[in-house]
């Protein structure tokens, strides 16, 4: 579970790193994934997520997060923007890495 100071501060915008339980076989391991928010859905309900993308080298990974799942062992906050005009920034998918650092006012 999310702590809810945390769940406060994930909003568009913000570049977080997730930490999520992986299981392979009978091991189980951490594996981080560092982005920017890019949504956040339906609030604190059941059903409620947020999705995080992240660009490595030339390919971007977009993943969603259910905020009650029990696989994310830890949500960090590495920096929060200023000011964003916009809830969902569904835009950052078409502008290069430097354009979408310049619009959100995030340095990532």
Request: hydrophobic share 40%; net charge positive.
């Amino acid at each position: 579970m999310i702590n809810e100071e945390i769940l406060k501060k994930i909003k568009s915008g913000a570049v977080v790193k997730v930490s999520e339980r992986i299981k392979e076989k009978d091991k189980e391991r951490i594996s981080n994934f560092k982005g920017v928010v890019l949504a956040r859905k339906h609030g604190k309900e059941t059903g409620a997520t947020f999705t995080v993308r992240a660009m490595f080298g030339d390919i971007a990974v977009e993943k969603n997060y259910p905020i009650n799942s029990p696989i994310i062992a830890k949500v960090e906050i590495l920096s929060s923007p200023k000011k964003v005009h916009r809830s969902k920034l569904y835009f950052l998918r078409k502008v290069s890495k430097k354009v979408s650092r310049q619009k959100i006012g995030v340095a990532a």
